[in-house]
């Protein structure tokens, strides 16, 4: 019902950036959530931020708060993470996720759960060097 392509991973150096973006399409009203999850080889995937679509509120994981900030153009059906001051650890396959919205919901936080989420992008790397 809802199609994510996540894309503008690459290769940078320590100390620079990168801006992911998550275009939706479909039904794009059931959104509740847009998440970032990453990746690394031999490491399981976990959560990196959130951002509920309407009203704009955003939830970070401890070691990426004050560099990433995820945002979303509702226009566009479109997420972002801006992604500054890159650490080598934060090499990984960086996924978009969708939460999506149920009117019948009793849980209304953020969901940091790969099982939480019903639609996946195809993923996109992110190689930092040192």
């Known amino acids: 019902q809802v199609q994510l392509v996540d894309a503008g991973g690459g290769l940078v150096q320590a100390g620079g950036s990168l801006r992911l973006s998550c275009a939706a399409s479909?039904?794009?009203?059931?959104?509740?959530?847009m998440g970032w999850f990453r990746q690394a080889p031999g490491k399981e995937r976990e959560f990196v931020a959130a951002?509920?679509?309407?009203?704009?509120?955003?939830y970070y994981t401890d070691s990426v708060k004050g560099r990433f900030t995820i945002s979303r153009d509702t226009a566009k059906n479109t997420g972002y993470l801006q992604m500054n001051r890159l650490k080598p650890e934060d090499t990984a396959v960086y996924y978009c996720?969708?939460?999506?919205?149920?009117?019948?919901?009793?849980?209304?936080?953020?969901?940091?759960?790969?099982?939480?989420?019903?639609?996946w992008g195809q993923g996109t790397q992110v190689t930092v060097s040192s």
């Open positions: 996720a969708l939460d999506e919205l149920d009117r019948r919901r009793t849980w209304w936080g953020f969901p940091q759960g790969t099982y939480e989420y019903d639609y």
């Open positions: 479909g039904r794009t009203f059931s959104i509740y959530v």
């Open positions: 951002i509920k679509w309407s009203g704009g509120s955003t």
